[in-house]
């Protein structure tokens, strides 16, 4: 049975991220909330990056996955959300887009081994 404290809700799920990106990226919550391109490998059907859109309007979220179907799910849900700072693709994360046109990269375990 979960706690209150434990209960998952969006604003937990943000509070969880930032605290993991507080050691290497100190000021991750000053830059998402003024605008910054982000994107997360292995994104799945993009619950992270929906939450982190919802919660940070100015920046940019992308999401790559390897799954269309996973892609096609994500895309319909931020559509219904209405979120429009949000992105979805489909592309093996084995073999990486440019980065490099991103401020922060999150890649928390996309390879799901089969």
């Known amino acids: 049975m979960l706690t209150f404290q434990e209960t998952p809700t969006p604003f937990n799920l943000v509070r969880s991220l930032l605290d993991r990106l507080t050691p290497t990226a100190p ?3 000053e830059r998402l909330t003024g605008g910054i391109d982000v994107v997360h490998l292995g994104c799945g059907r993009g619950a992270v990056l929906m939450t982190l859109a919802a919660a940070f309007p100015r920046s940019r979220f992308t999401g790559y996955d390897k799954s269309a179907e996973a892609i096609a799910d994500a895309a319909w849900l931020a559509q219904g959300r209405r979120l429009d700072n949000v992105t979805f693709h489909v592309l093996d994360v084995l ?4 980065t490099s046109v991103f401020h922060l990269v999150m890649a928390d375990g996309p390879v799901n081994w089969r």
């Open 27 to 29: 000021d991750a919550r």
């Open 95 to 98: 073999v990486p887009p440019d």
